[in-house]
C-alpha cells in the first residue's frame, strides 16, 4: 500500500473536535468523579424512586448495636427545608447502669460507594448536622477514633478533620455512642482535602481527563437528562447551592440514587478546570414514557433560559447572582446546548424543540444549539446550528461509515457526534479490538469531511467496576484504582501487518530532513487482551523514534494496531528534545 502525504495541502482539524461526554451512567459521578466518600448522605431513598415522598430506606447505612441497644428510623425533622428526612438514633444502652452498650458503641456506619479509600497522612473533612435532647456523646471514626461531647439541643454543624492513621480501600464512617438518649443526624459528609483544584473533584479521575486534551465537554447526559419518567430527570435548579440543601434525586434509567453533589455548577466548573467548552444538555419536557405537550413546555424554556443565565449571566443579575454566591462572579464560557437527548422522531420534539430554539435565539443569538435529528443524510426541517448524531454498532458496520459525511450538505448544520462506541460481540468490556472507534474520529478529518463534523466523543466515559451498567467504556475505576481501556487509548483493527510506504510532498525544500519524527504505536500480542485494575498498562501506546524518516519511507502497520506518526521537520528538532527531556510517559527509548 501507499500513502501520499502532501504537506503543502494540508487542513486544520476544527480545534473543538476531540471532547469527552459525561453521563451519570456506572457512578460516573456519584461514587466517582465526585469525591463525596458518604453514600446517600441525606438518609434519603436508596434504591427506589420516590425520594422523599417515600419511607426512607437508608442503605448503604448500617446500623452497628441490636434492637436491645438501639432503635433506629429516619423522620421528617431535619433543619433543612428542601431535605427533610434526617436518622432518628434512640439509644436504649449506656455506658453504665442495667443495659451496658457494647464495647466500641452502637450506633450507624457509611461504607462508602464499595468500600471508602483511604490513605494513611491524607486528612479528610468530615461534616455532619446533630440534635439532640440532652448532651451528646459521639464518636467519629474513619480509621482511628474522635470524640464528640457537646450540648445540642438546636440542629448543630460539626466539622472535624481527620487525618488518616493507615491506608485502607475498603474504610468506613462509623458513628458511634454510649450515652442514653436520642439523637438526630442528617447531611454526613466525608471529603478528601486534596481534591483537583480544591473543587470536588477526584483527582486521578480528572488526571485521566486532562491527559486527553478534550476540547468540549457534554453534560450530564444522555439518558439521565431525559428520565424514565419526567419526574425522576435531572433538573438543574435542584442541583446548586449548598449541597445540604440540595435533595438529590433518583436516576431511573440507570436506577440509582444521587445526591446531585455534582451539579450544573461542578460540571461548569469541571468544564473550565480542565480547559474544556461546557455543552449543556437540557430536557425539553421530553422523557422516556412521558412528554409535555408543545402548548404547556414555556416553563421548561424558561428553566433552560434561567440556566443559561446562571452559567454566563452578569453577577448582578437574578441568576448570575446565584452562581456568584456560590463562588464563580465570572460567567462560564457557554457556547452551546442541546435541546433534548436522542428525542428526534418523539410526538412532541420538533414543537418543542422550536419553543426553545427561538426563546435561547432571542435572548442569546451567538449561542450554538443542538438538534437530536440526523442532518447527515438530509436537511433538517427546523433551525440549529449543530445535529446531535450517536452511534453504537460492530467494529466493522462502524468501519463502513467511514463515508457517512460525505454527501452531508456543506451548508447546514454541522455534526456533533456526541455519543459513539462499538457494542455488540466484538466490543466486550473495552478489549482493544473491539474498540476501534476512537480511530473512526480521525476518519472524518479527511478533506472531503473535515468542515462537517466538528466535535465528536466516545460514549460512556467512565465507569465504576461495581456497577457496570454498560459496557465498554473508555476509563474504569473503583473506589482505589483507574485504568484506561484500549478505547481510552486508541486502538485500530486488521487481522495483516501492512507494508505501506509514505511519501511526503510539499515539504519546504530547505528542511526536509525530518530527524526527530516519532512512530506511536498502541497494540498487543493477543486479540483479546485488556487492561485490568492488576495491570492498568497491558495495552497502552509506546512512542519510538522513526529512524528512517524521510521524505519517501517504508514502514510496516502491525496487525491490531494503531499507529501514528508524527513527522518533524529538522527546524522542529528543539520541539522533540523537549518532548523528550519533559519525560514523556509514551516514549520508550
Ligand atoms: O451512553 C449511554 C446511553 O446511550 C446514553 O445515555 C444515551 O444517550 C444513549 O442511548
Redesign the pocket.
Known amino acids: 500500500a501507499r500513502l501520499f502525504v502532501n504537506a503543502s495541502q494540508t487542513r486544520p482539524i476544527p480545534d473543538t473536535l476531540f471532547g469527552i461526554f459525561f453521563?451519570e451512567?456506572n457512578h460516573a459521578g456519584a461514587g466517582g468523579l465526585w469525591a463525596e466518600l458518604v453514600s446517600n448522605r441525606a438518609f434519603i431513598s436508596g434504591f427506589e424512586a420516590g425520594g422523599q415522598n417515600i419511607p426512607s430506606n437508608i442503605d448503604p447505612w448500617s446500623i452497628i448495636g441490636d434492637e436491645s441497644s438501639l432503635i433506629v428510623s429516619t423522620d421528617r425533622s431535619s433543619c433543612f427545608e428542601r431535605n427533610k428526612i434526617a436518622l432518628r438514633m434512640e439509644v436504649l444502652c449506656d455506658s453504665q447502669g442495667s443495659k451496658v452498650c457494647p464495647t466500641g458503641g452502637v450506633g450507624v456506619y457509611n461504607p462508602g460507594f464499595w468500600g471508602m479509600d483511604i490513605k494513611q497522612g491524607k486528612t479528610y473533612k468530615i461534616v455532619f448536622y446533630i440534635r439532640s435532647l440532652g448532651s451528646v456523646n459521639l464518636s467519629l471514626s474513619l480509621t482511628s477514633l474522635e470524640l464528640l461531647h457537646s450540648d445540642v439541643s438546636n440542629w448543630t454543624k460539626v466539622e472535624s478533620l481527620l487525618e488518616a492513621k493507615e491506608t485502607n480501600h475498603n474504610a468506613r464512617l462509623q458513628l458511634t455512642t454510649t450515652k442514653k438518649g436520642v439523637i438526630w443526624i442528617d447531611q454526613v459528609s466525608a471529603m478528601p482535602l486534596d481534591t483537583h483544584k480544591g473543587h470536588g473533584f477526584r483527582n486521578e479521575l480528572v488526571q485521566m481527563l486532562v491527559d486527553i486534551k478534550p476540547r468540549f465537554l457534554r453534560f450530564p447526559?444522555?439518558?439521565?437528562v431525559e428520565g424514565e419518567w419526567l419526574r425522576n430527570a435531572f433538573r438543574w435548579k435542584e442541583s446548586i447551592g449548598p449541597w445540604e440543601e440540595r435533595p438529590g434525586h433518583f436516576g431511573d434509567?440507570w436506577m440509582y440514587w444521587t445526591d446531585d453533589g455534582i451539579g450544573y455548577y461542578e460540571f461548569l466548573q469541571l468544564s473550565e478546570d480542565i480547559g474544556a467548552l461546557p455543552i449543556w444538555v437540557f430536557n425539553n419536557g421530553i422523557s422516556h414514557q412521558d412528554q409535555v405537550d408543545t402548548s404547556s413546555v414555556l416553563p421548561f424554556v424558561q428553566e433552560a433560559l434561567d440556566g443559561i443565565e446562571f452559567a454566563r449571566g452578569d453577577p448582578n443579575s437574578t441568576w448570575g447572582s446565584v452562581r456568584a454566591a456560590m463562588g464563580h462572579p465570572k460567567p462560564f464560557d457557554l457556547r452551546y446546548v442541546a435541546i433534548g437527548?436522542?428525542d428526534c422522531g418523539k410526538k412532541n420534539y420538533r414543537g418543542n424543540y422550536l419553543k426553545f430554539y427561538e426563546a435561547i435565539k432571542l435572548a442569546y443569538p451567538d449561542i450554538g444549539m443542538i438538534s437530536n435529528c440526523d442532518g447527515s443524510s438530509h436537511q433538517l426541517d427546523h433551525p440549529a446550528e449543530f445535529y446531535d448524531f450517536?452511534v453504537?454498532t460492530s467494529a466493522s458496520s462502524l468501519f463502513s461509515m467511514a463515508h457517512q459525511f460525505d454527501h452531508t450538505s456543506r451548508d447546514g448544520p454541522k455534526a456533533f457526534v456526541s455519543?459513539y462506541a462499538v457494542t455488540g460481540k466484538d466490543a466486550g468490556t473495552g478489549k482493544p479490538f473491539g474498540s476501534t472507534c476512537r480511530s473512526w474520529v480521525p476518519s472524518w478529518s479527511r478533506k472531503e469531511q473535515v468542515d462537517v463534523v466538528s466535535m465528536a466523543s466516545y460514549?460512556?466515559l467512565f465507569v465504576n467496576s461495581n456497577d457496570r451498567r454498560?459496557n465498554p467504556d473508555a476509563i474504569v475505576f473503583n473506589s482505589s484504582h483507574v485504568y484506561g481501556t484500549p478505547s481510552y487509548w486508541v486502538v485500530n483493527f486488521g487481522n495483516n501487518s501492512v507494508k505501506l510506504k509514505i511519501s511526503v510532498d510539499g515539504l519546504d525544500p530547505n528542511s526536509i530532513k525530518l530527524s526527530g519524527s516519532t512512530k506511536t504505536v498502541l497494540t498487543s500480542s493477543n486479540l483479546m487482551d485488556e487492561n485490568s485494575f492488576k495491570e492498568p498498562n497491558k495495552v497502552v501506546p509506546n512512542r519510538i523514534l522513526l529512524e528512517n524518516a524521510d521524505k519517501d519511507m517504508d514502514v510496516v502497520i502491525s496487525p491490531h494496531s494503531f499507529t501514528s506518526f508524527d513527522l518533524l521537520k529538522e527546524s522542529n528538532l528543539s520541539r522533540w528534545k523537549k518532548l523528550i527531556h519533559s519525560q514523556d510517559p509514551l516514549f520508550k527509548k
Open positions: 453521563e451512567i447526559g444522555g439518558c439521565f434509567v437527548n436522542e450517536h453504537y455519543e460514549a460512556p454498560w
